[in-house]
Every structure is written in C-alpha cells, then in structure tokens.
C-alpha cells in the first residue's frame, strides 16, 4: 500500500469512530468516550487530511458540526483505536435511532468551535488572529465560560418565543420549544424596559442549557432509587432531560439556560461581545458574570488558571473557557471555516473524567475493619496525574451502577478528591465482564466479616487484632492531626510489626533505638531522631489524643467537642449515654461507638499503657474549652486563591489556634477573607458583601503578632 492509501484508510476508521461517537454524544446523550479521547482522534484526523488535503470528502467530521437529525442507520464502527487495550470487537450495541422531533432550519449556520488543549495552543491562536488581521499587537480578547451543557437557539419575534431548537449538524436542529418552555430562566416574552434602542423584530438568542451539579446528583439518587439507569454527568443529564418527547420529564428536571449570543438578519446595533452580553441580561437573560476584555496574554493565562480552581465551587460545570476577539468588526474580518469561527477558540481545562477499563476489583481493610473494594485500573492521565485505583465505596454502589470486571468505566478526580468511578460504559460489553461479590470473609484474617445491622451498606472485619486493621489503626494514630510522628512512615510501622515489635499503638512509645536497630542495618542516626520524636510527642492535647484513638465516627472535629466536655482523659473514660446523647454534635451513633470503646478492655488496656509510657495530655481548662483567644477571635475566615508560604491546611490550623474559625464559602457571616494569588469568586463575592480583606503579607502579619504576644 501506498502511504496514501495507508492514510486513506485510516481516515475511513477514524471517521467510523467518530461518527459513532458523535451520535452517542448527541442522539443517545450517553457518550461511549471521554471528550480528551474524542478530541485525540478528532486531531488525528485533521493531521492526516492537512497531509492529504485531496481525501477531504465535504462530509467528514472535520468538515461539519454536531450530527445530521436525519441520521438513523445502526452504528458498526468499531471501537478498537485507544493505546490502552480497548476493545477491539463492536461495541454490544450502538444502534441510535432518528430523532423524534420535527426540524427547525437554522436562520444562520450555529458552529462548533476550535479547541486549545493548554496555554501554548492560545498563544499559537492568537499569533494566528495577528497574521490574519495583519496586526502587531494583541487584539482585545473577550473571555467568558465554557459551559458544559447543550447549545440551544431561542427565536423570538416581537419579543415572544417563537420556537426553540438544538444545534442538529449547524444547519437543522430539532424542534424542542416545548420542552425549552418549561425552563424558568428562559423569558416566554423579553422585557424591553431596559433596552434603550430599537431592536429588530426577529432576533436569536443562542446559549446553553445545562444542569446544575447540585440537581444533577438529586435526579441520579432518585434514579438509582427507583433501579433507573443514571447520567454520566450533568452534561448528559441535561441533554436527556431536554430532548424528551413528553415534556412533563423535562419540566421536572429544573434546567438551567445561560445566554452567550444575540444575532439578528438586520443590524442590532451593538459593535462588540460586550455590550451584546449587557443586553442580553437586560433582556432578562441569565448571562454570567466573570468576564472581560483584555489584550493582555499574561491576564487571560491567570484567569484561566483561577477558573480551573474556581470551577469547583461553581454550581454548574464548564470545561474551559472560551476566548472570543472582542470586536465585531474584527470577528466578520476574520470570518468562518466549514465548522469554526477562526475569531473564537475553547481554551479546554485539563480533564477531570476518563473512560478506562477496570481490570480488577480488590477489597481494602480499612482502620476500623471496614471492606472497601478498590477498582484497580488500565492506568490513565487524568489533569496530569496517573490514576490506577479509584474507589468503589462499598458492595451496594457496585451493584447499583452494575459495574463489572472488564468494564470499560468513567473515572473522575475532582480536585484532591479519591477518584471515584460515575458509571458504566454498558455499550462497549464484550459479554465478558465478571460480576463482582465482596467476599464473606476478611481478606487479610478470613474473619466472618459482618453487618451491624441491614441499613449499613459496609461490612466489617469484626476481628479487632487483624492484621490490615492494625497498620491503618497506627497509621492514623501517628497521622499529623493525631500524635504527628510523621517520621514513623508506612514502611517503618510495617517492619516493625512483621518483628513482632509492635503490636498494638501502646507499643509505640516503648521502642527504643535497639528496636530501631533491629529493622535496619544502618540505624544509628534514624534510631536517634525516631526516638528523639517519640519523645516530643508525647506531650498532647485531649482532643488529639481522643481523635488518635482512632474511634469509629469519631473525626477531628467530634474529637474536639468530647475533649471540651470531658476535659479529662479520666473523664472522658467515665462518659455515660445520657452525658454523650446530651452533646449538641453527638448523635446517637457516635455516642455508641465512644460507648463500645471505653466498654472494650483491651482498649482501655491501651489507654492505660499510653499513660504508663508516658504519654501526657493535656486537660482542658475552663476558658480554653469555650473559647481560644488570639488574634483571629471572633473572625469567621475563608481562604482563596494560592498562598506561597504554606498550604491552605496549616493555614486553617493556625487561624483555628489562634481562635478564628474557617469555612469554605463566602457568606454574610464571612468576617474576613484571605485572598491568595489568583483569587477568583470568592474574592469577588468578599468584595461584593464588604467582607474585609487581606492578603497574605498582612495575615502573616497577624499571625506574628500572635507569637509576639
Ligand atoms: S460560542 C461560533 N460561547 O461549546 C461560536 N459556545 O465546543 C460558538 N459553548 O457549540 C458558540 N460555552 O455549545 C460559545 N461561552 C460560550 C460557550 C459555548 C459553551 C458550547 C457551544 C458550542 C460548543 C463548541
């Protein structure tokens, strides 16, 4: 074969692929790919036709928009081209049928656009714009959001709704007015009071309708209640909600619309996205508000950094933001390609969701016996990080999402959150996928694992010396929120109970550096320094040393509340129901759960050898237990953007030793908020509310003023 007919014939694949691909995103609203994969192929595809611009054929994907709604054969193409072992037989089924909406012909084209994968390939567009327009200097660039939910045209005639339709292929999309009526942040009739000029009597609004995250989760609990299949994501969920012949779903669903064009066949008046965007919420359209104009490269790269921490206390999703040239004028010079405007371009966020295949499920034995199973992952890049386990949380999520060994499934990472896996890709079964059953038995001690009773959705590994139980109850014991003897890693404790030096955490302050001496070779210093802080440990406060203890539902924070009732560790050994019950924070099963521990022998045994090795906690005083005093007393504190000198948690920590309480979202109780680098929202929302502000020169300020004092 020729290297073109080579080509050719990859192209022929690839837009197999694509196509099918394309119609499951559209048509069937559950995608059989992840967005990075697709765009993969996507550009794999315009390589190959750029070296051979002879096999462009008008209709590849390259070449057009979205799907044609006519479209109704049964997909055949092959999924078999991922470097990851995907398979390589036809997906169990892809068949998608004809949409059942009648068509809506577009007045003018609605286009997709182009994608920029990072910073670099902006910069590359918009060297690009400069050639185009023969310029020396940035233009001025307007930057809003990308959404991720489904591009909708609104036609309204003398300021009534007209008719409502979908994208389609860019040229006919179908008819949803029906269901685009149901939607409450979409005017029936524009309100004109504020438009100070005459606009002309047809005009097109086009945006995106979309699902909060908040709804989305909502609709997937119920659907999971009732055995339904559920969405992917909030994307998918909006677009199965909107595209339903009876209207009563969608009306139930609570969409959202957010407004990012006007147009009109006559002039409208307006010369820039700008003042476009002012009258479409003047119209009383939902448009958003983080965005500017700016020819500054260095500003917009900061603010596309800000978004992707921001996106994740935004209420709806975006994948990127997109970056248009201001001007109107400018946009016409540079005109259009088949399918993209070359004025505009989406700058993508690194991804946070893959499809990969699980390739085993093991079960992880957690600090107080809890059985997790693990997905344990064909590796994949995710935002930059290699993900090879995520979480499957417990037995009842794996039967729920029916996720089966040799899945291909979607895993998402949010953030430093576990990655966790949203579903199933059920198109893209071979038949061979294994069912998966938690085992009865512990897997590290074969103890009969149980349930404490039938609404727990996790069985326990009951056996309270089990082996697996005990390296992540001294894990915990010496974490830094508990003893703090980080020195002693994971590795060391493990050593050391395979010597049989460490059986329980009382043994933790019995070793010596001969033990130490016992695990390595060449221990002289390390033992020194392991001793050494073991000994500076042992100084700590009630509710460290009660978290320590590593009771079941009692966290940091619980932790905190007993130690400012109980005062005393003699205290707290003598708590009783009603004493626990009457804690405003303590429920019924925390008060059990203290309960089981200080009835439990050999834990109180433990305790008690704590002591006698010399532990020593320090009781809480009076005014301590209600009230530290410093210099963040009284101050309800937020946090944003990236402070240089330390991470956000040790800043919690010392705000909170100094007094001051943290929470994570800007309120009216907010007192004072911490702008880091690159603050975003939050900031926005301080300044909006007359919070007081500081950055991070003046809160360190304070901070030394607490020491000096
Ligand atoms: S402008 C010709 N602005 O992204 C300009 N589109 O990947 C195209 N989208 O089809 C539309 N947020 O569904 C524009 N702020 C935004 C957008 C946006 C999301 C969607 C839209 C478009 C798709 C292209």
Known sequence: MTNKEIANKRIQE?????????????????????????????????????????????????????????????????????????????PASSAVSATQFAEVRHREQMLSLANALDFNEFREFDARIKKYLGLNTTPKYW?????????????????????????????IGENITENIKTIKSIPQKL???????????????RGEVLMEIANFQRLNEERLAKGEHVFANPRNAAAGSLRQLDIQITASRELDFYAYDLMSAEPILSTAEDESKEILANLGFKTQGNYWATNDLEEIESYYQQMQTERDVLPFEIDGVVIKV???????????????????????????????????????????????????????????????????????????????????????????????????????????????????????????????????????????????RLI??????????????????????????????????????????????????????????????????????????????????????????????????????????????????????????????????????????????????????????TQVVGVFSGEVVVLTGNLTSMTREIAKDKIEQAGGVVTNSVSKKTTLLVAGEAAGSKLKKAQELGVKI???AEFLERLQKMSLS
């Open 191 to 205: 309100d004109f009071t504020k438009i100070k000029k005459n606009l002309p009597q047809q005009i097109e609004v």
């Open 326 to 468: 201001l001007n109107f004028e400018l946009q016409n010079q540079l005109g259009l390609r088949a399918r993209t405007p070359r004025w505009a371009i989406a700058l993508k966020f690194p991804a946070r969701e893959e499809y990969t295949k699980l390739l085993d499920i093991t079960v992880q034995v957690g600090r107080t016996g809890t059985l997790t199973p693990v997905a344990e992952l064909e590796p994949i890049n995710l935002g930059g990080v290699t993900v090879r386990r995520a979480t499957l949380h417990n037995q009842d999520e794996i039967d729920r999402k029916d996720i089966r060994i040799g899945d291909i499934v979607i895993v998402r990472r949010q953030g430093d959150v576990i990655p966790a896996i949203v579903g199933v890709v059920k198109e893209r079964r071979t038949g061979q996928e294994q069912p998966f059953i938690l085992p009865d038995v512990c897997p590290i001690c074969e103890t009969q694992v149980i349930r404490e009773n039938d609404a727990d959705v996790a069985w326990r590994c009951p056996n309270q010396y089990c082996p697996a």
């Open 694 to 696: 500081i950055n991070e």
């Open 14 to 90: 690839l837009r197999a692929i694509i196509e099918a691909a394309q119609k499951q995103y559209y048509l069937a609203d559950d995608p059989t790919m992840s967005d990075a994969q697709y765009d993969k192929l996507f550009r794999e595809l315009e390589a190959l036709e750029k070296q051979f611009p002879e096999l462009i054929q008008a209709n590849s994907p390259t070449q057009t928009v979205g799907v044609s709604i006519k479209q109704s054969k049964k997909s055949t193409a092959q999924i078999s081209f991922f470097d990851n072992n995907f398979p390589t037989q036809s």
């Open 472 to 625: 992540e109850r001294l894990k915990h014991f010496v974490s830094r929120r508990a003893f703090d003897i980080e020195s002693l890693g994971e590795k060391i404790l493990e050593k050391l109970i395979e010597k049989n030096l460490l059986n329980n955490a009382s043994d933790i302050f019995k070793l010596t550096e001969e033990d130490f001496a016992q695990i390595w070779k060449d221990a002289d210093k390390m033992g020194k320094n392991l001793v050494l802080a073991l000994e500076q440990a042992k100084r700590i406060d009630l509710a460290r040393f009660i978290y320590a203890l590593g009771i079941r539902h009692v966290g940091e924070k619980t932790a905190k509340v007993l130690a400012g009732e109980f005062r005393t560790v003699q205290d707290f050994l003598q708590a009783d129901f009603e004493r626990l019950i009457k804690i405003n924070e303590v429920g019924e099963v925390v008060a059990k759960s203290v309960l089981d521990f200080i009835n439990n022998e050999d834990e109180i045994k433990v305790v008690h050898v704590l002591l006698q090795n010399g532990v020593q906690v320090r009781e809480v005083d009076n005014f301590k237990a």
């Open 143 to 171: 930057v809003e959001y990308k959404f991720d939910g489904l591009a909708v045209e609104l036609v309204y005639v003398d300021g009534l709704l007209k008719v409502a339709s979908t994208r389609g292929d860019g040229f």
